[in-house]
């Protein structure tokens, strides 16, 4: 009989616009957020987001400067050995939405995934 494995809770943020060095600084369209969720019920099953954006600050390794954006936060609970999926899912979501990076936290563990076609300064 095969048994479930367990699962682990990973959250991420995706900035409610393009980021202004990758992309427009735009708000995303409604098309990149359906193909998001559907990508995220096909890996992971289901999915959760907080109803109200969260705001943050941080500053950017490469320019110094403090950034200041609003972001929506995801929560799946996803089976430990479809993280490296995650990744992947998260890296080519980073493409989508036009972001340098994509903040990712695996049981409380923080990762940062880079935007795979974006050149370093």
């Not at 990149?32 to 969720?37: F, I, P, Q």
């Not at 954006?69 to 479809?82: G, K, P, Q, W």
């Amino acid at each position: 009989m095969h048994r479930p494995e367990a699962r682990v809770e990973a959250s991420f943020l995706i900035p409610l616009t393009e980021d202004p060095e990758v992309g427009s600084g735009e708000l995303h369209r409604s098309e990149r957020w359906d193909a998001l969720r559907r990508g995220l019920l096909r890996l992971a099953g289901g999915w959760s987001r907080e109803a109200l954006p969260v705001a943050g600050e941080w500053l950017d390794p490469a320019t110094g400067r403090l950034v200041a954006d609003e972001s929506y936060r995801f929560v799946v609970a996803i089976e430990e050995s479809e993280l490296p999926r995650l990744r992947r899912f998260l890296a080519a979501a980073s493409v989508a939405f036009r972001q340098k990076t994509i903040y990712l936290s695996i049981a409380g563990s923080v990762e940062f995934i880079e935007n795979p076609r974006r050149k370093p300064p």
